[in-house]
């Protein structure tokens, strides 16, 4: 079982939480200049806008939205290895160099924070004598985890060994993850290592859309993804990204999801969406940032040099033609409503309360309406008050940090008009900043992928971001690495 957080309570007898927040996590440190986000999509039509079935075109090739007519040759059928191998390599040949140095740095930080954890297993021993190291897994079983195990394995209901009735907030957490372990569990027997390979597979999808997202539009595409891919794995929580936890699946539905916005592909763009959506509550976020990309896209015919990371988005102009052209894609774009009210009904169904959902997050994490004003009070006095002991004090340090990053790519992205990424920020900040204190916002950072590509645009015009992140930022990723492998609370 899990230890518990920090057990400053509001008021009453609220239920301590028994693992990090299930509400997204990552960068704890602030940037120090403007942020630059793409201005543009890499491919897109001028006129009125249609679902695509061309493969994306430019340096990125095909990801999310992308037909096999031109991506590549036919396999050949008579090739040797079966129809397995065709396929293993026909995915291959869709990898772009600048996919496979994101994929070899992906796989080269995997092994470091492997190593850290076997590191973890011998600061925290066990067995009676304390010289016998951890088992390896065992440094991955850590608060979260324990929670989308029992789901995958007992249900959201079923009582299990050592169960605590009074403080079971297993419907605090979406039914995805659990669901993908459950599948994996029946060709991985181990349960944390069948979690482990769920993110390890997941993640890898994750940075190559990122990195293609860095590139869309850019002539110095590759290099901008190669730097949102390093920008991200070398963050602070970057830990969470290898742990048996719900950031790497969500990201690899999400990211593919918002490539394939980018390229006008609304029936990608919207399942995609649905299936991030089972995952994380954040799914919703990210069908509101894309209902803004496909009502910019339908207003706006003409859309600025995508060349130009600087240009802003142009005012809208009138829609023109018919309203099909716009309702069968906004038709897509509220399809992530549906997971999300049959998990409700579900709960419902269950429980008898329309909000169990929420009141799970309540009762578990002090998840209540707060103003951000108190928010952000209780959270100072929490972090520099002397109300914790100094590993939690410190934990909500980063929570304040993040919280002032995500600020302050808020504004930039504002500033820039930038308004669908814009949206799925304030969402973010306004779920995570109006409870009684901040809560896992370093790993919400993970998800709010303009951070990193604007990093990566940054650090390509200043040289020193790069630096400046390497020297300052990046050493938090080991140290939260550390305080998570060893059980302790890490956000």
């Known amino acids: 079982m899990t230890t518990s957080p920090p057990t400053t309570e509001p008021s009453g007898t609220a239920a301590e939480p028994s693992g990090n927040a299930s509400e997204p996590s990552g960068n704890a440190s602030e940037p120090a200049g403007p942020i630059a986000e793409p201005s543009g999509n890499a491919s897109e039509p001028s006129g009125p806008i249609a679902e695509p079935a061309d493969p994306i075109p430019g340096p990125s090739g095909p990801i999310a939205g992308?037909?096999?007519?031109?991506?590549?040759p036919r396999a050949d059928s008579r090739s040797p290895g079966g129809p397995a191998a065709r396929r293993l390599r026909r995915l291959l040949d869709r990898l772009t160099p600048t996919d496979l140095r994101v994929l070899r740095l992906y796989l080269f930080t995997r092994l470091g924070l492997w190593l850290i954890a076997y590191a973890g297993a011998w600061l925290a021993p066990t067995g009676?004598?304390?010289?016998?190291?951890a088992?390896?897994?065992?440094?991955?079983?850590?608060?979260?985890?324990?929670?989308?195990?029992?789901?995958?394995?007992?249900?959201?209901?079923?009582p299990f060994p050592g169960?605590?009735?009074?403080?079971?907030?297993?419907?605090?957490?979406?039914?995805?993850?659990?669901?993908?372990?459950?599948?994996?569990?029946?060709?991985?027997?181990?349960?944390?290592?069948?979690?482990?390979?769920?993110?390890?597979?997941?993640?890898?999808?994750?940075?190559?859309?990122?990195?293609?997202?860095?590139?869309?539009?850019?002539?110095?595409?590759?290099?901008?993804?190669?730097?949102?891919?390093?920008?991200?794995?070398c963050s602070p929580a970057a830990v969470f990204l290898a742990a048996g936890y719900t950031e790497s699946l969500f990201l690899a539905f999400a990211l593919p999801a918002w490539l394939a916005a980018k390229h006008r592909n609304w029936p990608l763009a919207g399942l995609l969406t649905a299936a991030a959506t089972t995952v994380r509550i954040s799914g919703l976020f990210l069908a509101a940032a894309i209902a803004a990309e496909l009502l910019l896209a339908l207003r706006t015919p003409?859309?600025?040099?995508?060349?130009?990371?600087?240009?802003?988005?142009?005012?809208?102009a009138p829609v023109r033609g018919s309203a099909l052209r716009w309702l069968r894609p906004l038709g897509w774009c509220l399809l992530p409503a549906v997971p999300a009210a049959a998990y409700t009904v579900y709960l419902r169904a269950h429980t008898g309360d329309w909000m169990a959902w929420k009141h799970a997050e309540e009762r578990g994490w002090f998840r209540d309406f707060h103003t951000p004003a108190e928010a952000f009070r209780h959270t100072w006095q929490n972090a520099f008050g002397r109300l914790q002991s100094p590993g939690y004090a410190v934990e909500f340090q980063l929570e304040l940090a993040a919280m002032a990053v995500g600020v302050l790519l808020l504004a930039v992205l504002l500033i820039r008009r930038r308004w669908p990424e814009?949206?799925?920020?304030?969402?973010?900040?306004?779920?995570?900043?109006?409870?009684?204190?901040?809560?896992?916002?370093?790993?919400?950072?993970?998800?709010?992928?303009?951070?990193?590509?604007?990093?990566?645009?940054?650090?390509?015009?200043?040289?020193?971001?790069?630096?400046?992140?390497?020297?300052?930022?990046?050493?938090?990723?080991?140290?939260?690495?550390v305080l998570f492998t060893s059980g302790r609370w890490a956000g």
Do not use: M
């Open 422 to 481: 814009a949206l799925y920020i304030a969402l973010n900040l306004w779920a995570l900043g109006t409870s009684y204190w901040y809560l896992s916002i370093p790993r919400a950072t993970l998800l709010w992928w303009p951070l990193w590509t604007g990093l990566a645009h940054w650090s390509l015009r200043r040289r020193w971001v790069k630096e400046a992140y390497a020297g300052v930022v990046a050493p938090l990723a080991v140290v939260i690495a």
């Open 135 to 158: 088992p390896w897994l065992s440094r991955w079983e850590q608060w979260d985890w324990v929670h989308y195990q029992h789901i995958a394995q007992y249900g959201y209901f079923a």
């Open 302 to 316: 003409d859309r600025p040099d995508d060349d130009d990371p600087s240009a802003p988005t142009p005012t809208p």
């Open 163 to 233: 169960i605590d009735t009074p403080h079971d907030n297993r419907v605090a957490f979406f039914p995805g993850f659990p669901l993908v372990l459950r599948a994996v569990h029946t060709l991985v027997p181990d349960w944390t290592a069948a979690g482990l390979l769920v993110s390890l597979v997941s993640g890898a999808v994750a940075v190559v859309a990122l990195a293609r997202i860095a590139g869309l539009g850019r002539p110095d595409g590759d290099a901008a993804g190669r730097l949102a891919g390093a920008f991200l794995l």
């Open 66 to 72: 992308s037909s096999d007519t031109d991506a590549e």
């Open 128 to 133: 009676p004598d304390a010289r016998t190291p």
